[in-house]
């Protein structure tokens, strides 16, 4: 079984920042790529950032200069910085993972539950 946990979010002031982290375990051979996601109410979820294991990143392109995603491939861990936060950056964000659990079997696409962020003064 595996799990995706994400930690970080909170209410930030507009211009601010905050730090995101999602971190899978299990029974994990290979993370593939890793991405954020966010869904504000009333929105469609929407593509934040991605990053593959060899650390290409795609951005929206709302969040570009803005956001950067990384991540640490012997944490089997993904981070999202967050700067310059805007009160529509407000959403819950998700982290999500292809994960290969077994050699030879197929990998599956893992999400977390989410993290809040809220962006007011």
């Known amino acids: 079984q595996v799990q995706l946990v994400e930690s970080g979010g909170g209410l930030a002031q507009p211009g601010g920042s905050l730090r995101l982290s999602c971190t899978a375990t299990?029974?994990?051979?290979?993370?593939?790529?890793m991405a954020w996601y966010r869904q504000a109410p009333g929105k469609q979820r929407e593509l934040v950032a991605r990053i593959t294991s060899g650390g290409t990143t795609v951005y929206a392109d709302s969040v570009k200069g803005r956001f950067t995603i990384s991540r640490d491939n012997a944490k089997n861990s993904v981070y999202l910085h967050l700067s310059s936060l805007k009160p529509e950056d407000t959403a819950l964000y998700s982290c999500?993972?292809?994960?290969?659990?077994?050699?030879?079997?197929?990998?599956?696409?893992?999400w977390g539950r989410g993290t809040q962020v809220t962006v007011s003064s």
């Open positions: 999500t993972a292809l994960i290969l659990s077994t050699p030879g079997e197929r990998s599956v696409d893992y």
């Open positions: 299990g029974k994990i051979y290979y993370v593939a790529p």
